[in-house]
């Protein structure tokens, strides 16, 4: 399969249901004043969050620094791993964007994370292990790890009502399947290979409850003459379903829909600085959220993305991105179309 | 084979040696303007950073910001093993430290290790050569030219990687009239780590 490089494309992406969408710039504000949280108001010049330069920094300044993955609890807080930072920090919704309104401080970095029972799980990329934590608490306190090691916990997926827990090991070219209530190693999917239902440098992952399915985003062959970049799917049983390729090069976190009647698969691609929604049976790009961040300005405007590494599709169709190297997360409004 | 057909023959060969003489020509023109006139970086397709077809600039870069090319692979969440961050320095890039293509020779006619420039602007604004052919001591490497050897050749040039701009700051300052010793020799990423922004924890 010939090397597929992204191609841009303009169109915009509106939800079916919703109507005169607007972006929304995000948030997390400068933080100068805290513990936990003390919230700024949304900048919509978006500042960096944390303060570069040769003077030494604040000791534990609870800003985003290099956000990568995100999840979401039923309440509708975020869990935002922070791998500069060494900790994942809880995000709640106020006046203008989020607030930073709680933080576990980690000594290594972290990678995946998810929050599934009232747990937070998280990924350490160096112990390689899948950590497992009570978030409810004043201090938050680590219950149990997962079984079996993970050497790259890139991202975490879980089916709460299946009770699975499915972490990717971006380095072992596999998906490990955990039971959510103990941890306990079940079964792996795929592995490292070149045959196509192999994964090769995958980064990120989702599931598809309904359907039982794992989407796993992939790199592809990095050596020029193998697969280009695609996102492949699995059945929970570790079957090999179909190979989404399209129009994008680097792609990493995703979320899918179903909600606007054509299946989509939301996939940040961290090279094209966009967030891509492909049409899940045909790969086809129906529309983008966020423009590439070009380095004209100072600092990435409102909705440009630098190195977009995570996407998280919120209640009422919103869309949170983490915009990593912007040092913040980015949130387009239902559908998400820029004006 | 008719005539009518036949005809076309000479003229697709025609244009089938042009092509091909004008890719050679593109391809020499390519590497008479990389920094070196060795291979290119080998771990390192062409298609990493370069999309043919609608990149931005002069090089095609598939990212207008450099450092975003590199980090896709290098950052947090990337696929390689080699994790990176920028230099907490102010608004420091890849770029101030690195070349992309290869490994270059420095100005004593070695060549420095890790794609690292053979001269960085240090913080007086000032081009400064730089000498990093060894990851010292803790790698079980020499400790001449590594990371900072306090101009252990005695050439009076301060050329380590790191000296270049910790010569002017008030952190392990590596001057004539700072000699400043701290771990010279020594592999600085060993606790500055470069996945941390070369801070300590």
Redesign the interface.
């Known amino acids: 399969m010939p ?1 597929r ?4 494309r303009p169109k915009r992406w509106v939800a079916p249901c919703v109507t005169g969408a607007l972006a929304v710039v995000v948030l997390v504000a400068s933080c100068s004043d805290l513990p936990l949280g003390a919230v700024d108001e949304a900048a919509p010049t978006s500042a960096p969050l944390a303060k ?3 003077s030494k ?1 604040a000791k534990t300044p609870p800003a985003l620094l ?1 956000p ?2 995100i999840a979401a609890d039923a309440a509708g807080s975020l869990f935002v791993s922070d ?2 930072a ?1 900790a994942v920090f809880k995000l709640e919704r106020a006046a203008a964007g989020f607030d930073i309104t709680g933080a576990l401080n980690l ?1 290594e ?1 972290p ?1 995946g994370v998810a929050w599934a029972a009232g747990r937070l799980f998280v990924g350490n ?1 160096v112990s390689g292990s899948v950590d497992v934590y009570d978030f409810g608490r004043k201090k938050p306190r680590r219950l149990y790890s997962l079984a079996a090691p993970v050497s790259d916990p ?2 975490i997926a879980t089916d709460d009502g299946r009770g699975l827990v499915f972490v990717l090991d ?2 072992a070219g596999r998906v490990r399947v955990f039971t959510l209530t103990d941890g306990a190693h079940l079964y792996d999917i795929s592995g490292p290979g070149e045959n196509p239902s192999a994964l090769q ?1 995958p ?2 992952l989702t599931v598809d409850v309904a359907r039982q399915q794992v989407l796993v985003s992939d ?1 592809g062959s ?3 003459g193998g697969e280009g970049p695609a996102v492949k799917v699995f059945g929970y049983d570790g079957a090999f379903a179909t190979s989404i390729a399209g129009e994008f ?2 792609p ?2 995703l979320a899918i829909s179903d909600s606007g009647g054509t299946p989509v698969v939301l996939l940040a691609d ?4 966009v967030v891509l929604v492909l049409d899940r049976a045909t790969g086809e790009t129906l529309g983008t959220l966020g423009t ?4 004209d300005t100072e600092a990435p405007a409102p909705g440009e993305l ?2 977009p ?1 995570d996407v998280l599709l919120a209640e009422g169709g919103e869309v949170i991105v983490t915009n ?2 912007a040092q913040r997360i980015e949130s387009f409004d239902a559908g998400g179309s820029l004006p | 084979m008719t005539w009518y057909r036949m005809k076309w023959v000479p003229a697709i060969v025609a244009v089938g040696a042009a092509f091909l003489l004008g890719v050679g020509a593109v391809t020499d023109s390519l590497q008479s303007r990389t920094a070196s006139s060795v291979a290119l970086n080998p771990n390192h397709d062409c298609a990493y950073c370069h999309n043919l077809h609608g990149g931005s600039s002069m090089q095609l870069l598939a990212n207008p910001v450099v450092e975003a090319l590199c980090l896709t692979c290098h950052g947090p969440s990337g696929t390689s093993v080699l994790k990176v961050a920028n230099h907490v320095y102010d608004n420091s890039t890849c770029t101030d430290c690195h070349v992309s293509h290869s490994n270059v020779r420095n100005w004593l006619g070695g060549t420095n290790l890790k794609l690292v420039r053979d001269s960085v602007i240090g913080q007086e604004g000032n081009s400064r050569p730089v000498v990093f052919e060894s990851r010292g001591t803790n790698e079980a490497e020499p400790t001449l030219h590594s990371f900072c050897d306090g101009d252990e050749d005695g050439n009076g040039v301060w050329d380590g990687v790191c000296d270049t701009c910790h010569s002017d700051v008030g952190r392990h300052t590596y001057t004539e009239s700072n000699k400043h010793g701290h771990q010279q020799g020594a592999t600085c990423t060993r606790c500055h780590e470069h996945v941390l922004q070369f801070k300590t924890e």
């Open positions: 090397r490089m992204f191609r841009r570069k330069g040769g920094p290099s990568v993955r791998f500069l060494q000594s970095q990678l990329a890139t991202d971006g380095r440098n980064t990120g790199y990095l050596d020029g090069s680097r990493q976190g961290a090279m094209a600085g590439q961040f070009e380095g630098w190195l590494l990593n190297r």
